[in-house]
């Protein structure tokens, strides 16, 4: 499913490669958590699955496929396989639960009667169809995450992949989170999570590959958190921040099952379930293998962790993913006056414009008629599709193109398909709907 074949890569200016020659497969069906500390290489890991990104040398394969043969105008095909989940959410602050879900099927030309099944289908698996009309600023983070989680899985991926995706919930909210990819795994979705929390690997007992400068020093079936180069915060504390590490002041973990385990056993009072599974998991039709795994089991934080080693004086915190921007979940300034139908090209069209243009959500939502947003534009007034932006929908939200790059946001400047990676950045549309489909770089 995902096959890793001396995978090196380096970023351009730096002396130490991100991933330094890591062999690993990952099966289908597999829910595997990569660990290791801030900077050793788990968000490359995802970024060069997504082809975000392309190794220095080696070989990947996703999906069957050598990642060297998809050209880039390939690329958003393949990447409609994958489904992707952050960290801060990334939702649009000013679409509705519904739009948000919605939003990533017509940009790639979903019909309207599809979505309006798939999407009421994944709000109830997630459990939030009675919120479907909710802003997300009305949601609660737990609530804001499973939104996301929905968005990724609407088009049934085989692949989900979470750059911690609990990074910003309490113990009691990823626990429901955590049970929610377990679901959608033991609906056949091979899941590859990034995780900095003990607490969850430990009760998940699922495959663990830990990262360390670059490279695997452990790969476990059925694995835990510890070990020693990986300091541990007690859960409920500092579940905000990722733990910052030096790498190099780590000890490697090649040893692991010498280490003695830190943790205390779960309170089993504490097991029921906030996600209790009313609901039944998609069906992935791609996905022949049945599910792998038990019924999803209670994730629920541990009794209260001892922290160890916090090692001090932090390094310059690596570049993650989720800071650096991604495909198939990521933000995106919202389409600029779609004509209904809504689809691809209709979106790109008014997407690539260049002129500023006002908002308006074209999404049919059930009870609730099509209506413009009708924010008008003003140039240079930020779109704020950032990653503080789910929750913010209470600001004005204007389009934000053509407006002056900035250092730390070039996405801003490209257009809507640009963004969504359905099209390289200054490339013409065409009218030929999804052959609008090109090259992202
Ligand atoms: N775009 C980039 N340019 C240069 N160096 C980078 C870039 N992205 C990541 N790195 C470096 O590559 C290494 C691995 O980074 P990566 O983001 O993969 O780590 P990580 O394990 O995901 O960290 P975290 O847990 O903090 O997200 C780090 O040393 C980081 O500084």
């Known amino acids: 499913m995902i096959r890793f074949d001396s995978i090196t890569k380096k970023y351009p200016g730096t002396t130490r490669p991100a991933l330094?020659?890591?062999?690993?497969?990952?099966?289908?069906?597999?829910?595997?958590f990569l660990v290791g500390a801030s900077g050793s290489g788990k968000s490359t890991c995802l970024r060069l699955i997504l082809k975000e990104d392309k190794p220095t040398s080696g070989r990947i394969h996703v999906l069957g496929q050598d990642l060297r043969s998809i050209s880039n105008r390939k690329v958003p095909y393949f990447r409609r396989n994958l489904g992707v989940v952050f960290q801060d959410f990334r939702l649009l602050p000013n679409k509705s639960v519904f739009e948000n879900v919605a939003f990533s099927l017509q940009v790639i030309g979903k019909s309207r009667g599809f979505i309006q099944e798939a999407v009421p289908d994944t709000l109830k698996m997630v459990g939030l169809a009675e919120k479907a009309l909710r802003l997300p600023h009305e949601l609660s983070g737990g609530e804001q995450q499973r939104v996301a989680i929905a968005r990724a899985i609407v088009n049934k991926p085989q692949v989900l992949l979470a750059d911690e995706p609990t990074g910003n919930l309490d113990p009691t909210t990823s626990a429901g989170i955590m049970a929610l990819l377990e679901r959608i795994n033991a609906g056949g979705t091979t899941v590859v999570m990034a995780t900095h929390e003990a607490g969850i690997v430990d009760k998940m007992q699922r495959?663990?590959?830990?990262?360390?400068?670059?490279?695997?020093?452990?790969d476990e079936r059925q694995g835990g958190y510890a070990t020693a180069g990986i300091p541990i915060i007690p859960l409920g504390a500092g579940l905000h921040r990722k733990p910052a590490v030096d790498p190099q002041r780590t000890v490697s973990a090649l040893a692991p099952s010498v280490l003695p385990s830190v943790f205390a056993p779960a309170n089993p009072a504490n097991q029921a379930n906030p996600m209790a599974p009313a609901t039944p998991a998609l069906t992935h039709p791609s996905a022949p293998v049945p599910a792998p795994l038990a019924p999803a089991a209670v994730v629920v934080p541990a009794a209260p962790i001892t922290p160890v080693v916090i090692v001090p004086d932090a390094p310059a915190r690596a570049v993650s993913l989720a800071e650096t921007g991604a495909v198939a979940a990521a933000p995106v300034t919202p389409p600029a006056s779609v004509p209904q139908p809504f689809g691809e090209q209709a979106m790109a069209i008014?997407?690539?414009?260049?002129?500023?243009?006002?908002?308006?959500?074209?999404?049919?939502?059930?009870?609730?008629?099509?209506?413009?947003?009708a924010h008008e534009t003003t140039p240079g007034t930020g779109a704020d599709d950032s990653p503080t932006a789910a929750g913010a929908a209470e600001q004005p939200t204007y389009m934000t193109r053509p407006m002056a790059p900035t250092q730390d946001d070039v996405l801003d400047q490209l257009t809507l398909a640009e963004r969504l990676g359905l099209r390289a950045p200054g490339e013409k549309p065409d009218q030929t709907g999804e052959q609008n489909v090109g090259p992202t770089r």
Request: no cysteine.
């Open 20 to 32: 330094d020659d890591i062999n690993v497969e990952v099966l289908r069906g597999e829910f595997v």
């Open 207 to 218: 495959r663990v590959i830990e990262l360390s400068g670059g490279k695997i020093v452990r």
């Open 350 to 373: 008014a997407a690539d414009s260049g002129m500023p243009l006002p908002l308006t959500s074209a999404v049919f939502v059930p009870g609730r008629e099509p209506q413009a947003d």
